[in-house]
């Protein structure tokens, strides 16, 4: 058997953990690499993050916490960089992760962790450079979000789909976050079926508890009777925040008493090719004539999400392609339910009519039935609610840890019986 683990390097070269969720790339990914390398520290391994600095204010190194250190690895310029771009920057970001490296003493680190394909690139080299495992989480992969492409979105680059097939083949295990997602890497990619290794992302589940509605709503200046339905994200087509806003619409139409009550909150901040067209929702709730029911609330810190999350009827995850969907965990962790699209990971996120709905499709008519169904039942919705709670408590990061680390001590073993 291997030596215990001492020390593994975490590969997120386009977003640090550090980025504050749902601004720019920062989404569930960063949300994923905090939490489970703090607990990966707590199991008396150390981390080193290694990511792309982006300000002129990165330190060369910070703590996140006991244990673990965000690297900062200077690539190409410090702002206005978009993701798209970075593929240009991978010998730069490879060349200071190696250097990091080299100022070690040999076997410094045990393994390499990488968190989607630009990152699966670096440690495809490190790995070679080191001679230690690669572990690799694709988070999101090009094939699967060009099959379900938002209607006006840019499909993923064909480098993409090159850069990710490489990875699949370099990499000793692959982590997929749901049993759709390792299918997917098999069928699509050509994984090896014996390197890829389901495990479910989690939720805090100290952070993320229910709440007083009222209490929340008033820490909202929202009134008691209000109609809350919440979008919480990134705002870019491929989340499709306009399938709810067009859905709020179509509900509007069909009972116009509910203009004094119904809100619709959208948190979060443009990203991606939401970028092209920053006010885009803005524009289509003036075009619906509904602006007075659409709330824009910018990214939210962990407790006022907590707070948004206790004070809403529901949560709305109209996606089109989610690997697993971290924001419709943490939403019926505080017991709120969820409608999400039946897509990819949602349909393991979200048990369908025990702690939400699932909807086929993002015709907003349809996804109009499903919210009014929660709206205008109030059993239903307090049924849903409670087992909401119920189904996140089976999504903890601790288990989500403990998992990766057999992974990666999986990894480690069959690598050495390789070499031997």
Known sequence: MPKPLERIAILSVHTSPLHQPGTGDAGGMNVYINETAKRIARHGIEVEIF??????????????A??????????????????????????????GVLRAEAARHVGFYDLIHSHYWLSGQVGWIAKERWNVPLVHTMHTMARVKNLQLASGDSPEPTVREIGEEQV???????VANTSAEAQELIDLYGANPERVRVVNPGVDLETFVPGNMNDARHKLGLKPDTVVLLFVGRIQPLKAPDVLIRAA??????????????MVVICGGPSGTGLDKPNSLVELAADLGISANVHFEPPATRERLVTWFQAADMCVVPSHSESFGLVAVEAQACGTPVIAARVGGLTTAVREGRSGLLVDGHEPATWAEKISLLVTNPQLRNELSHGAVEHASTFGWD??????????????????????
């Open 66 to 95: 006991p244990g673990v250190l965000v690297r900062h690895i200077s690539a190409g310029p410090l702002e206005g960089l978009r993701k798209e771009d970075l593929p240009a920057q991978l010998c730069a970001v490879t060349a």
């Open 168 to 174: 699949v083949l370099a990499a000793d295990r692959l």
């Open 51 to 64: 990511t792309r600095s982006t300000s002129s204010g990165d330190e060369s190194s910070t703590e996140l």
């Open 249 to 262: 619409a179509v509900l509007l139409a069909r009972d116009p008493s509910l203009r004094s009550q119904l």
């Open 399 to 420: 288990a989500t840890t403990d998992r990766l680390i057999e992974v990666y001590n999986e990894a480690r073993f069959a690598a050495e019986h390789v070499v031997a």
